[in-house]
């Protein structure tokens, strides 16, 4: 029966193709199945037997692929992509940056031209994942690219970077960062090791597939820090309850940064952003700041947004001796032995409330901003560290007179940030925007 199946598949396969046939399109379609795709991207005139070495391995498993070359000089064994394809995307030749000898404008040109190439071979189906290897350079090169891709591809970067600061080339994407242990450079008992477990992880990622069907429900994004945790999981948990999915980022800089990735990207319905105190780290030189262009997504997009101060009265940085000179006498908290946190004067809150007042003025759709009158971190409250009533009155005071009371609603509870009334009361207010704009 299955000779019969796979003649008949021939036969159907040859009317429809040339007399040539291809031998892997005509596996993948045996079975009804179709096989995945592996993208390799990589400088394959430096690194080619390491990427020849990954390839084989791959196909070994089963798995197609295609390979991006990312080098300038002639290539160990031929690419399904050029590095002139490369270099086109960004309106460069691939002779004049070889000819140039200059390696940081050959990885700007090349990682710009892979950034822009990337997701349109993704869209028109070259590729299901992608895997790189590489040091400062070749990482620099590839995870531009791989960021630009949707959220749930598979993306693996093997780098000997990837123990560091990762922040710069991962940024708010999903990429995996493996590190290489030992240099991409040859294939040793080590490297060998290392390049088999990366490919069966993309192989991994690619083959299996989690088809488990989750109910769709409105999508929330909430923000939270430890000391907003009472605030937020009221909130969520009454959400919850009424049938919304919410996620929750830690306002950690990156978190924040995230948020506002998925916001632009359009995969969020709401936004209950109680916890804003990126901008105080950003206005004052702390760890955790998220970027000048915080709290603009949801505005941009028009979603539904209700907004609080939760954890303005506090600056992060890092262990207690990492804490800048100039801070030297200011009311200081060691959170834990790597972070340090500092409580925002008068003033400062005030420069963070008008911040918040310009960011939402600027939105366009539903916003509504809300205070908590009794204070606005766990640590702000009587007989805690960071207590401070005239602190906090400067924050309400700066937003009241700076935001524009015809463009966003102002509301003023006489609760503490994680008081439940509170945490509920802004759900409520998410929940009622949402229902009328649908």
Same mark, same amino acid.
């Given at each position: ?265 359009? %995969? ?117 560290? %960071? ?52």
């Amino acid at each position: 029966m299955i000779k019969v199946s796979i003649i008949v598949l021939l036969f159907l396969y040859v009317q429809k193709q040339p007399l040539t046939l291809d031998l892997i399109n005509l596996e993948s379609i045996i079975g009804g199945r179709v096989m995945k795709t592996v993208a390799i991207a990589g400088t394959f005139d430096s690194k080619g037997q390491e990427y020849s070495y990954v390839k084989k391995l791959i196909e070994e498993l089963g798995l197609k692929t295609f390979t991006i070359h990312t080098g300038v000089f002639e290539p160990a064994f031929e690419p399904d992509v050029s590095n002139e394809e490369v270099a086109k995307a960004a309106g460069a030749d691939i002779s004049e940056i070889a000819a140039k000898k200059d390696r940081a404008h050959a990885t700007e040109t090349l990682s710009k031209g892979m950034e822009k190439l990337v997701p349109n071979l993704y869209e028109a189906g070259k590729f299901d994942a992608i895997i790189s290897f590489g040091g400062t350079g070749g990482t620099a090169l590839v995870t531009p690219a791989m960021r630009a891709l949707p959220i749930g591809v598979p993306k693996l970067m093997v780098s000997t970077v990837a123990s560091g600061n990762t922040a710069p080339y991962v940024g708010t994407s999903d990429i995996v960062m493996m590190p290489s242990v030992v240099d991409v450079s040859g294939i040793n008992s080590i490297s060998a090791k290392i390049f088999s477990n990366a490919a069966f992880a993309i192989a991994g990622m690619v083959k299996f597939e989690n088809n488990t069907e989750i109910e769709k429900k409105p999508l929330v994004a909430a923000t939270m820090f430890g000391v907003t945790t009472p605030c937020v999981d009221f909130a969520r948990k009454y959400m919850e309850d009424r049938g919304y999915e919410v996620l929750i980022f830690h306002a950690t800089g990156t978190g924040g940064q995230s948020m506002e990735a998925l916001i632009e990207g359009g %995969f969020i319905e709401g936004v209950l952003d109680l916890t804003t105190t990126e901008w105080c780290d950003e206005l004052m030189g702390g760890v955790l700041n998220a970027g000048p262009n915080r709290l603009e997504a949801a505005g941009k997009k028009g979603i539904p947004q209700v907004v609080s101060v939760g954890a303005v009265d506090m600056v992060n940085f890092g262990p207690f001796d990492s804490v800048p000179k100039q801070f030297e006498g200011r009311n200081l908290y060691k959170h834990n032995p790597t972070v340090t946190l500092m409580r925002t004067t008068a003033e400062e809150n005030k420069m963070v409330g008008e911040k918040i007042a310009e960011k939402l003025n600027m939105a366009s759709g539903n916003t509504v901003v809300m205070l908590p009158l009794k204070g606005v971190s766990m640590i702000d409250a009587p007989e805690q560290a %960071f207590y401070g009533p005239e602190e906090d009155e400067a924050l309400f005071e700066a937003i009241r007179k700076n935001l524009n009371r015809e463009h966003v609603i102002l509301e003023e509870m006489p609760n503490h940030i994680n008081d439940k009334a509170f945490a509920e009361a802004a759900a409520q207010k998410l929940i009622d925007m949402m229902e009328s704009q649908n």
